[in-house]
């Protein structure tokens, strides 16, 4: 065992981790130039496309070094804010970190954020500068900002290039010198944390898990510690490209086990196994049970895709556990389900996965962030509210409560003022402003997690040129100011454009929603008034003109084939809308909200 | 009774609103009739029908000398005595036409002159790229109501700078030729026309949708005082001058298109001829077909009839519908049997308004079903 090197990358995402990953790979031979694909470790289609990577995974390297064997195991990080939690369990199944910083970038949010984990779970941190090939890396810059980060020595910080494999040798040397060996605990009773898992049809969950202590056996009988419930390990094994079967896994081991368990829920990342016999009564430390923040409602475009987004969504929920969802029934769309997700980013996903992959044609509404609500006949009784409608008679409530977080901003200090103004107006309170190097700034803030649920991320980019990064937790609930606005149309109520907002920005929320409708709500036969209402009070309203023109002036012999297939056309477009009345919604006014302009 | 259209792709000119199938070499004319003639004679013997229109449509038809009538004519004679067409129709452009041409046209018997004017201003001829002007119109105009009881003048509205009052000038001016029937085209901005090109750059004017419908009323009020019947979304005639050879398109006649780019209509199939002259000269001479057949499916067939009969004034009449759409005659009441200022909806008939001409795409896109729908419906 002391010849096992359990390590992970963080970096910031474009930051080169893949490319990276790769290189290591082949220099292992762990991969032929025949398996070679780029970016290995990323093997959704979506995640390749968002350059991220959405669900961890671990692959383990055979290495000699000095006449050794080594065994590397490099467990990958996904690369989002939404999914921190995941994160850390990564984290705390490795005893080594690669800080990988892009040349030409220097170090970002959500890498620090990572760090201060890695630091926390006293891994022992290697810092990279990547991308040293490229025209604009800065390396020495780079350098300098690791060194005041770390506190490091400037010869201990490594030059990469995953693109060209200039350092990788090098950096397999410092991983087997420089992080320590998993420590020995085979004789105590056997734990291990499962750091992901993913589902597959065939076999069920597969959970990935990194052993603390003891061994596990092929049939052995196993437990969950949260749940204390029994299962068989029918399968274990280490993973290389592709798992590979074992008998026997010892502590220090990466690797996967089947247990035959059909749903993602029942095994839950963070969570210790402990074997059913002489099993350990401590659980490993950090597990949480995640909970979903930004709720949001999908529908289908045709409702008599009810049960089949149902299936897809049970599909999808085998796979991420964190995804949950509920029938719910809205006036305006119908059948569908409320959802939730971790965050905006993870909705973001879902949905994109539940039209490429499952082929839904669905809507999805305005998210939003679960609030806590308490009624005036027992004030401490909390309510949880995923959705509007399901506020409660306002004359009833005594006090509602909404998430806030912990936001870390890393940016230039050109942008600090423009972007603590769009902090404040999100109603943030700056707790904290530090130089990390004379061109970059750390801001942490207190947001409600509502403020970054809408159009944050956009203007957070746009202020700063694209030069801020940005990480959050969430650190618990406050009371708020919270109103429920609605959205008619033609004096009826929309309500699946219902949000809740903090009665300040109700105002000029109400009215520059109406002019995004009116953007959006194609001319129709008759006049449309779209209105902003809190109760009964109308706050913003737009007019929609009726359709005036839309003929074809000419229509002979040659004319009639091409203009019904046009028409046929116009009509699909149609199908794509949504009936409020008379009134016809097309899908993206339901996201409207989500792209507000100034 | 079937109709035969006979496609002249030649222009001389590019006008700025078309986007038809036209070449602006005239020097494949000759060659060109030559083919059509065979393929004239082929159609006719492969679809022996009662045919009793003839149409010559552009293109630039006027650009037909008397020794092409002769060969078409000889061709058709064969198969068909020329009597035995009612309604024999040519388009012509104002520039073209003068005594010679019109005594042309009366020897063979060509009854009904369809002349483009589309405007008696001369701003709106060079903007829309026409060949002639207004004095050239108004001779033609002379002429054509001199020799003939039948014929029609196209005029154009919603052009880029036209106001109201300008658009009632034109109608009196042309009203001074007492014409019997008169196409009149609200412009539609096609694809790929120097027009669309040149009204989202540097003109303005026709974006104007309710100044559009005004125009479009003013034409329907106006014409109703001299006795013209507002018969089709752009044609007005007065009773009996209806353009008898585009009736049978509107109520779905078969009819023989011939030529690059024309349509026929025969069987329940739609026949498309390849849209490039000098392909479809080079396939008649090797004997290859010209024509791509597309059948159409109940489906098409019921969305054509809701796209053509609501186009004309006699509507959608119910009680004429063909036996096999008949479960269907419920869903369209459905969507029709309710008060609205876009159509009429009497007993078995829906006929839509003046108010729903103006949207009619809308209006039948909405109704026309897709293939799931129109199978669930049927059944």
Known sequence: ?598 | MAGIYVHIPFCEQVCAYCNFYFITSVKWLDDYINALCIDIAQQIQTFPLAYETLYFGGGTPSFLKEKHFELIYNTINKYRSIDSFHEINIECNPEHIDLAYIQVLKKFGINRVNLGVQSFDDMDLKRLKRNHDALQSLNACDLIATHFDNFSFDLMYSLPYQSLADWDKNLSKVLEFHPNHLSCYNLTLEEKTALKHQMSHQLKGSTDESLSFEMFQLLHFRLREEGMIHYEISNLAKLGFEAKHNLGYWQHKPYLGIGPSAHSFIDGKRFHTIAHVKHYIQHIYKNESVTEIEKLTDRDFFNEILLLRLRTKEGLDLNTLPQKFDALKTYLLEFFNVKSPYWICDENKICLTLNGWFISDHIISEIMLDEAEFEKRRN
């Open chain 1, 1 to 598: 065992m002391k010849n096992i090197r359990n390590f992970c990358i963080i970096a910031h995402i474009d930051h080169g981790k893949s490319t990276l990953a790769d290189r290591l790979l082949e220099h292992t031979n762990t991969i032929t130039d025949r398996e070679r694909q780029d970016q290995l470790l990323d093997d959704m289609d979506l995640e390749r496309e968002r350059g991220i990577t959405i669900k961890s995974h671990a692959i383990q390297m055979d290495y000699f070094f000095e006449g050794q064997p080594y065994i590397l195991n490099l467990i990958d990080t996904p690369g989002h804010v939404d999914f921190s939690y995941e994160v850390s369990r990564s984290i705390a199944s490795c005893e080594g970190a690669l800080l990988l910083v892009d040349a030409t970038q220097g170090i970002q949010a959500q890498t620090i954020s990572n760090l201060y984990l890695a630091m926390d779970n006293d891994l022992e941190i290697i810092p990279v500068v990547n991308k040293v090939d490229m025209e604009g890396a800065m390396i020495e810059e780079v350098k300098d900002q690791i060194i005041d980060l770390l506190g490091c020595a400037h010869e201990d910080i490594l030059e990469a290039s995953g693109k060209t494999g200039i350092g990788i040798e090098n950096l397999l040397h410092h991983i087997i010198r420089r992080i320590p060996a998993p420590k020995s605990h085979d004789d105590q009773p056997f734990r291990a944390m499962i750091f992901d898992s993913v589902f597959n049809p065939f076999r069920g969950v597969i959970a990935y898990f990194r052993i603390f202590d003891g061994q596990i056996k092929k049939g052995q009988k196993i437990k969950l510690f949260s749940t204390q419930k029994e299962y068989n390990a029918d399968e274990i094994g280490i993973l290389k490209l592709k798992p590979l079967e074992k008998q026997e896994l010892k502590s220090g081991d990466v690797g996967y086990i089947i247990t035959g368990v059909k749903q993602a829920k029942e095994i839950k990342v963070g969570d210790t196994i402990i074997a059913s016999e002489n099993p350990s009564l401590e659980p490993l430390k950090g597990f949480e049970d995640v909970k979903p923040m930004v709720f949001a409602g999908i529908y289908p475009i045709d409702s008599d895709d009810y049960e089949d987004l149902r299936d897809s969504l049970e599909k999808l929920h085998l796979n991420d556990a964190s995804l949950v969802f509920e029938p719910e029934t809205s006036i305006a769309l119908g059948f569908g389900f409320r959802c939730g997700f971790l965050g905006l980013l993870h909705l973001e996903i879902i949905s994109e996965r539940l039209e490429r992959e499952f082929d839904q044609s669905i809507i999805v509404t305005v998210p939003q962030v679960s609030y806590h609500c308490y009624l005036n006949k027992d004030p401490n009784k909390k309510l949880e509210l995923h959705n509007p409608s399901d506020l409660p008679d306002i004359t009833t409530i005594n006090r509602l409560e909404e998430p806030w977080i912990k936001a870390q901003i890393i940016t230039k200090p050109d942008y600090i003022g423009t972007l603590i103004g769009l902090c404040m107006e999100k109603r943030g309170i700056l707790l904290n402003q530090v130089y990390l190097t004379t061109s970059r700034v750390e801001l942490t803030f207190e947001l409600p997690l509502a403020e970054i649920v809408f159009d944050f991320y956009d203007k957070l980019k746009s202020i700063s040129k694209g030069y801020a990064s940005f990480d959050y937790h969430i650190i618990g609930y406050r009371q708020g100011d919270l109103v429920k606005m609605d959205i008619k149309l033609n004096a009826e109520n929309v309500d699946a454009l219902s949000a809740m907002i903090h009665r300040d920005k109700a105002y000029e929320f109400g009215r520059k929603l109406c002019e995004k409708l009116k953007e959006l709500i194609p001319k129709q036969q008759f006049v449309i008034a779209i209105q902003a209402a809190i109760g009964m009070k109308i706050i913003a309203r737009e007019t929609i003109s009726a359709m005036r023109k839309d003929v074809t002036a000419k229509c002979y012999g040659g004319d009639i084939s091409r203009k019904r297939k046009l028409l046929e056309k116009q009509k699909k477009g149609k199908k794509k809308m949504r009936q409020f009345g008379k009134v016809e919604v097309p899908q993206e006014a339901f996201l409207a909200v989500l792209k507000l302009n100034d």
